[in-house]
């Protein structure tokens, strides 16, 4: 069984002259993906951990627990603020790093031998 290849042509800037730069369109548009999917994921976990154990708590009370201010406004103010903050956080962190030069490894060696 032959081995995974490995590419040892040299770089088209040739040796020693580094990555070419980044787009600055890529990178934006690379943060904000990746920054809205972040967002997303982190108001399903606030939504989840938050608002659906108080439902849970207030259906049980007797009387009106629903009504109450802290269970409808939940998600509003806690979950999407939450996710909107993390998301941006997310997405200019990775425009910033890819728009330095930063990449993922691509080193295709198997980790077991």
Do not use: K
């Not at 806690?78 to 993922?104: E, H």
């Amino acid at each position: 069984m032959a081995g995974p290849e490995v590419d040892d042509a040299p770089d088209a800037l040739g040796p020693g002259q580094g990555s070419p730069p980044r787009s600055r369109l890529r990178s934006a548009l690379l943060g904000i993906g990746i920054g809205a999917g972040v967002g997303v994921a982190a108001v399903a976990i606030a939504f989840s951990i938050v608002a659906i154990p108080l439902d849970i708590v207030a259906s049980t009370e007797p009387g009106s627990g629903l009504d109450r201010t802290l269970v409808r406004r939940g998600l509003f103010q806690l979950a999407l603020p939450f996710g909107l903050v993390t998301g941006i956080a997310a997405g200019i962190a990775i425009g910033v790093w890819y728009a330095r030069g930063g990449r993922l490894p691509n080193d295709r060696t198997p980790i077991h031998d």
